[in-house]
Antibody
């Protein structure tokens, strides 16, 4: 059974770079897209972007200028970097597996709460 | 981007009652690219329905999805205590993937 374990810094100051990693266990990166999403406190879900095994990328236009998603096939991991964070980036960040058929997210990481505060 | 509007924002019902949740898209979506998730407080979203009407593995048959074009519906035929939660629709027909703001189903 595929599981996603995610980690990264939980407290950042404004202008710093958010960096999170998601490790895939029980399965391979190949054959799927792998997404990052976030959920601000008390709000809904926002899709940040996705990457596949080959490194093909797709970003949300609203975050594209600050986001980098990458994949490390040797470690079966994928990562998120978000530069120049502000308080508006405070959220729970999730990684998720996207099925290639219909692109729904069927496996989720537990989420990493990230707070941006001076 | 495609905007998904979920209604109502909150649905107050008693256990055993039927819940009907709506998701309206700002433009037509191919049905196979509409998904429903359930999220309980402090938990990760859980896949319920994909392809507008296909239940995910392990999802009880009291949950059903329907719709096409711009109008989609999630129905819970008889609410169980564990069904009181927030439900989100999501489209993956066009990038960026987008979610509705959610419908909270609360105990009346």
């Amino acid at each position: 059974q595929v599981q996603l374990q995610q980690w990264g810094a939980a407290l950042l100051r404004p202008s710093e770079t958010l960096s999170l990693t998601c490790a895939v266990s029980g399965g391979s990166l190949s054959g799927h897209y792998w997404s990052w999403l976030r959920q601000p406190p008390g709000e809904g879900l926002e899709w940040i972007g996705e990457v596949n095994y080959s490194g093909n990328l797709n970003y949300s236009p609203s975050l594209k200028s600050r986001v980098t998603i990458s994949v490390d096939t040797s470690k079966n991991q994928f990562s998120l970097k978000l530069t120049s964070v502000t308080a508006a980036d405070t959220a729970i960040y999730f990684c998720a597996r996207e099925r290639l058929i219909y692109y729904y997210m069927d496996v989720w990481g537990k989420g990493t709460p990230v707070t941006v505060s001076s | 981007e495609i905007v998904l509007t979920q209604s109502p924002g909150t649905l107050s019902l008693a256990p055993g009652e039927r819940a009907t949740l709506s998701c309206t898209a700002s433009q037509s979506i191919r049905s196979n690219f509409l998904t429903w998730y359930q999220q309980k407080p402090g938990q990760t979203p859980r896949l319920l329905i994909y392809g507008a009407s296909t239940r995910a593995t392990g999802i009880p048959d009291r949950f059903s999805g329907s719709g096409s074009g711009t109008n989609f519906t999630l129905t819970i035929s008889r609410l169980e205590p564990e069904d009181f939660s927030v439900y989100y629709c999501q489209q993956s027909d066009k990038s960026p993937r987008t979610f509705g703001r959610g419908t909270k189903v609360e105990i009346k």
